[in-house]
């Protein structure tokens, strides 16, 4: 929407601090975690730690969820003026949003997920944009797209996968963009290398990055850090988190630390004794000496 290259919405992953990091290494744009528009309308204080923050504000859309057409469209209403567009999340493949009726499950009611994007359209000033999948249990993208399409939608993003495939199996890149509205194309795009060839076989406009990001940052350039520099981004990251959520920012960079130190000397040792420590500068110690012991 506003480049060729972003970052992807994941749920406990695209916080704040991962959003920088990533944008320092070059994604043009990010979303939020999805945010629940029942929790946004009735107010959850806790929703505020996903919002944009005042520096990225132009450049990161915000995620919602939903199944109630006239919920999501109170809430995108609310939410209009805190990030650079709303998006629908109508591809999550995970349970507990299927059974809400929400996410993918959106697939399988494509009138609702049409009354949806007309009753968010209605009311809000800014853009509006869907992510969804190939279909629910088969690929039935051509009539999501035309859903999408008809309902007055922004731009739409698909991951090459069906909700049923979870991440199972490759995401296929062969999904025809029709060229209505902005097409970006999502799933497996691990290097630029594989952006470029996505683009060129669906005929997108972009790409958006999602796992090949998580623990390698330096995606959005192309990077191959040194070991000292790879240190360094690691305790940017760890800095950026504590500042956003204080001590637990321990058990947070968890998530983050197989893909900082995949394919390293010991590392499955390593991330071992990560799992262990609950101390935040007792962490930091603990990446410095490991990385000191691989430079010897």
Known sequence: MIGKVGLA???GITNYSFRTICF????????????????????????????????????????IFGSDPFVMAQAAKMLETKGAWIDINAGCPVKKVIRKGAGSALLKDLRKLKKIIEEIKKIVSCKVS?????????????????????????????????????????????????GYIPFYINGDINSLEDAKKAMEISGAEGV???????????????????????????????????????????????????????GLKNSREFRAQVMKIEDFEELKDLFRKYFLSLEN
């Open 208 to 262: 958006l990055i999602g796992r090949g990001a998580i623990g390698n940052p330096w995606i959005f350039s192309n990077g191959n850090p040194s070991l000292a520099e790879k240190l360094n981004i690691i305790l940017n990251h760890l800095d950026f988190l504590y500042k956003e959520v204080g001590n637990r920012a321990v058990v947070e960079f968890r998530k983050f630390v197989t893909g900082y130190t995949k």
């Open 24 to 63: 320092t290494f070059g994604a043009e744009f990010a979303y939020t975690e999805m945010i629940s528009a029942e929790s946004v309308i009735r107010n959850v204080k806790v929703n505020e730690l996903y919002f944009p923050h005042d520096d990225e504000k132009e450049k990161v859309a915000i995620q």
């Open 9 to 11: 919405p994941m749920a």
């Open 130 to 178: 869907v992510k969804v999948r190939l279909g629910f249990e088969k690929n039935e993208f051509d009539k999501i797209y035309d859903t999408v399409v008809e309902a007055g939608a922004d731009m739409i993003a698909v991951h090459g996968r069906t909700a049923k495939q979870m991440y199972l199996g490759k995401a296929t890149w062969n999904v025809r963009n029709k």
